[in-house]
């Protein structure tokens, strides 16, 4: 196999989409915001792309059926907005992995026509968050985008996230910028200690503003309740002594 192998599932004309990438991160925001814009949707699948860069490993379905790890392409209707969406269960393992597959990735979202893009992801606090304290930090690779982020509540904070914007996220911003792609970087508040629904849907209610569509928070108001269970048994067993420690919670993806 070569490094890089783009398998072309169907062909869709698509008017003006938005890429949106949501692939594993800090607290699985993107992921979440990602797999549940296909999920609401219905999304049909229409690039899968392999390489050499993912763990050597398969998949196996509840059929015991295996599939050889991936990431996705999907096109997503959402009222209307077409959206381009990423996602898949891995980032590349190497600095040089990272630059190829997201130019692989750009190459994509060039053959369907996208002219900007949204990057998904978290940036950890340390801490729980309240309720209704989950913002949404932005980065964007051109000045003209940040209004348009801002009127929907998006944070622009000087020098954060702390070192910048790593893996196919920043590299969306930076490649797709030297390609002339209008992209963005929205990073939804967690803890950093556990996958984060909540996080995930204040992000999602940003992107739903910008780009003008409506969805249902239900499977992801859902998830939040589960993982809160998960965390108050933790917090029992230590005979409430607080959030676990990031090792303690480690299992928890």
Do not use: W
Request: charged content about 30%; overall charge negative.
């Amino acid at each position: 196999m070569d490094q890089i192998d783009i398998e072309v599932v169907a062909d869709p004309e698509l008017d003006e989409p938005a890429l949106v990438e949501g692939l594993p991160g800090v607290g699985h925001v993107g992921k979440l915001v990602a797999e549940h814009l296909v999920e609401e949707f219905d999304g049909t699948l229409v690039r899968r792309a392999y390489t050499t860069e993912f763990p050597p490993q398969v998949t196996v379905d509840d059929e015991g059926v295996t599939e050889l790890t991936h990431a996705e392409f999907h096109h997503v209707d959402a009222d209307g907005v077409d959206l381009l969406v990423l996602t898949g269960d891995h980032q590349a393992a190497s600095n040089e992995g990272h630059y190829t597959l997201t130019d692989a990735f750009l190459d994509v979202a060039d053959d369907f026509g996208c002219e900007r893009a949204f990057a998904l992801g978290g940036v950890p606090t340390g801490e729980l968050i309240d309720d209704d304290e989950y913002g949404v930090l932005g980065a964007v690779n051109d000045a003209d985008a940040k209004p348009e982020l801002e009127d929907a509540d998006v944070e622009f904070r000087a020098d954060e996230p702390a070192g910048g914007i790593v893996g196919v996220s920043g590299l969306v911003l930076g490649l797709g910028g030297r390609r002339g792609l209008e992209a963005a970087c929205l990073m939804g508040e967690t803890s950093g200690y556990l996958v984060d629904p909540k996080s995930a849907q204040a992000v999602l209610e940003v992107l739903q503003t910008v780009l003008g569509f409506e969805v249902d928070f239900a499977d992801l108001e859902e998830r939040a309740e589960e993982m809160e269970e998960v965390v108050g048994k933790i917090q029992e067993m230590q005979g409430g002594g607080g959030m676990p420690s990031e090792d303690e919670l480690r299992y928890i993806g």
